[in-house]
């Protein structure tokens, strides 16, 4: 054991272990700050879609407000990626079009990135991703049926869901902007492996030439049996319909990037990203800024809420170099991990990050 956690089976001494790691060690710990921060404007979502886990995960519900953004904001300071939204709904927040002027006033080299369920997609929303030069919006959509979009996004109504699209694509053509670049993620399930060229043909018309096919994390019992990814990395074959629609998309000019259908453990996380909570809360990650339970092959494993501090009574510059922010990066960066991030999908790859398939 060390720092709490269990050595890997196969790194048998200090020695080795610092070989393999020292590299990795000195880059996380000479860090003056992270290279991505996820900030959650909202606390809550509008959907109840039937994949997720906030709605089970999230006892705490409220809004960030403009003062405590602009606050914020000042602490962003050399910080290369912004996102807005790492799980809850964005477009709640009555005060998002003046917080991301606030951002971009503070942050012009900046690169932000806003992710949404494109229910909420207004003209005075689209002329703010315009004006403050968001760089991309990521719109999450899980079928091109109606009645299997509808299933799945509960909630939601795909005719609206249309409608907005096309007020977004309008808005950002009519503008002459380069930016926002749109692209569409999609959780990729047993319930819409047939979707992916649909979506393709779908999307077509507006413009959308990205698509992004996400690992489905079973935050419950039900979507469990749901899972495409294999635990086992030695037998784990591409669907051939998946190799299809990918020969399809790039027939047809689109990029479409997987993320890996086996799970292969290869200390991913090492290079934490934190997430900052509507009410200030800085976890070191996705997976650890909720309470989250998944059910995996039979395996009822919990992931529990990490925070590091609150940027209401310290500065993210701060916690992000206090003794509890480098001793969570080093031990991950050494291959140190705690049980709950062995299980983790983003640990393993299949959450992501993102490839072709190389077809």
């Not at 779908?202 to 992004?212: D, H, V």
């Amino acid at each position: 054991m060390l720092f709490g956690c269990r050595l890997p089976a196969r790194l048998t001494g200090v020695r080795e272990l610092m070989m393999n790691f020292k590299p990795r060690l000195r880059y996380v710990l000479g860090r003056s700050a992270p290279s991505v921060v996820s900030i959650d404007v909202s606390g809550a979502c509008n959907l109840r879609c039937r994949m997720c886990s906030l709605e089970s995960s999230n006892p705490r519900v409220g809004m960030m407000g403009l003062t405590s953004l602009s606050r914020l904001s000042r602490q962003l300071e050399g910080i290369p990626v912004i996102e807005l939204s790492s799980g809850c709904e964005p477009t709640l927040n009555p005060d998002l079009e003046e917080m991301l002027a606030i951002l971009r006033r503070d942050h012009p080299e900046a690169f932000l990135n806003l992710t949404t369920n494109a229910t909420r997609i207004s003209e005075r929303f689209v002329q703010a991703l315009v004006d403050h030069r968001v760089d991309k919006l990521l719109l999450s959509l899980d079928a091109a049926e109606p009645g299997l979009y509808e299933s799945i996004r509960q909630g939601a109504r795909f005719e609206d869901v249309m409608a907005n699209l096309r007020r977004l694509a309008e808005g950002i053509h009519r503008s002459g902007s380069p930016v926002p670049e749109l692209e569409v993620i999609c959780t990729l399930m047993t319930l819409n492996a047939d979707q992916i060229k649909p979506l393709i043909d779908l999307l077509a018309p507006f413009g959308i030439r990205s698509l992004i096919m996400n690992g489905l994390v079973p935050f419950s019992a039900e979507s469990a049996p749901w899972k495409m990814w294999s635990l086992d990395g030695e037998h784990a074959p591409i669907p051939e319909p998946t190799l299809e629609a990918a020969r399809y998309a790039e027939a047809a000019g689109v990029r479409l990037l997987f993320a890996d259908f086996a799970a292969t453990p290869v200390h991913r996380c090492w290079d934490c990203n934190p997430v900052i909570s509507w009410d200030g809360d800085v976890s070191p990650c996705f997976m650890c800024s909720f309470d989250r339970t998944v059910f995996l092959d039979g395996r009822r494993l919990r992931f529990p809420r990490v925070v590091l501090g609150n940027v209401n009574r310290r500065p993210l510059p701060g916690i992000w170099k206090s003794v509890p922010a480098v001793r969570f990066r080093a031990t991950r960066a050494l291959g140190l991990l705690p049980d709950y991030c062995r299980s983790c999908a983003m640990q393993m790859g299949v959450l992501c990050p993102y490839r072709t398939l190389g077809i």
